[in-house]
T-cell receptor, first 116, second 110 residues
Framework: DTEVTQTPKHLVMGMTNKKSLKCEQH?????MYWYKQKAKKPPELMFV???????INESVPSRFSPECPNSSLLNLHLHALQPEDSALYLC???????????????FGQGTRLTVV | SQKIEQNSEALNIQEGKTATLTCNYT??????LQWYRQDPGRGPVFLLL?????KEKRKERLKVTFDTTLKQSLFHITASQPADSATYLC?????????FGTGTRLTVIP
């Protein structure tokens, strides 16, 4: 199984809603990531979890709250988002506990989030 | 700060021709460089990895070169097919982050 599975595929939420994005991998990878991608732009890193501990937070606003319940699961909790937060949210994983230049990252299909 | 630029935002080529995409970087000396393919609304998919001491790497119809003096990587798709139409991203690793280039949207015209 070389898949990273993200749910839901699409999400529309109001600015006062609370929702969560989910990500799952069963490759035994020890690093998991959240990326945000706006249209026609490259993915931008938000968070890195290494061995289930948050190792990198790229100055992401607190309305985004990551959680890593176990080594296979990664959540992104959303609260009081703004319309400009609408984007494709990508989860990724890699074998080692940190991002390595010689190790590929496996990406999920993403969640298309629209904030209204 | 690190900067990774892919010189063409979009590239159209005729089916059967060779597509050549360029990735230039500054303020960085990577030991490896990666290339990914991304289809609309999907996550990037890893294609190839090349080390700084490898001048060239091949995989089926794909070829990647890496010139650390020019700070440039070239990505070639030979005998291109309409199914190769996608956005191609180069990526470098630094500071525990995978930094992506700006991407080139390739369209192969039948």
């Amino acid at each position: 199984d070389t898949e990273v599975t993200q749910t839901p595929k699409h999400l529309v939420m109001g600015m006062t809603n609370k929702k969560s994005l989910k990500c799952e991998q069963h490759m035994g990878h020890r690093a998991m990531y959240w990326y945000k991608q706006k249209a026609k732009k490259p993915p931008e890193l938000m968070f890195v979890y290494s061995y289930e501990k948050l190792s990198i937070n790229e100055s992401v606003p607190s309305r985004f709250s990551p959680e890593c319940p176990n080594s296979s699961l990664l959540n992104l909790h959303l609260h009081a988002l703004q319309p400009e937060d609408s984007a494709l949210y990508l989860c990724a994983s890699s074998q080692d506990g940190t991002v390595k230049a010689n190790t590929e990252a496996f990406f999920g299909q993403g969640t298309r989030l629209t904030v209204v | 700060s690190q900067k990774i630029e892919q010189n063409s935002e979009a590239l159209n080529i005729q089916e059967g021709k060779t597509a050549t995409l360029t990735c230039n970087y500054t303020n960085y000396s990577p030991a490896y460089l990666q290339w990914y393919r991304q289809d609309p609304g999907r996550g990037p998919v890893f294609l190839l990895l090349i080390r700084e001491n490898e001048k060239e790497k091949r995989k089926e119809r794909l070829k990647v070169t890496f010139d650390t003096t020019l700070k440039q990587s070239l990505f070639h798709i030979t005998a291109s097919q309409p199914a190769d139409s996608a956005t191609y991203l180069c990526a470098l690793v630094g500071a525990n982050n995978l930094f992506f280039g700006t991407g080139t949207r390739l369209t192969v015209i039948p």
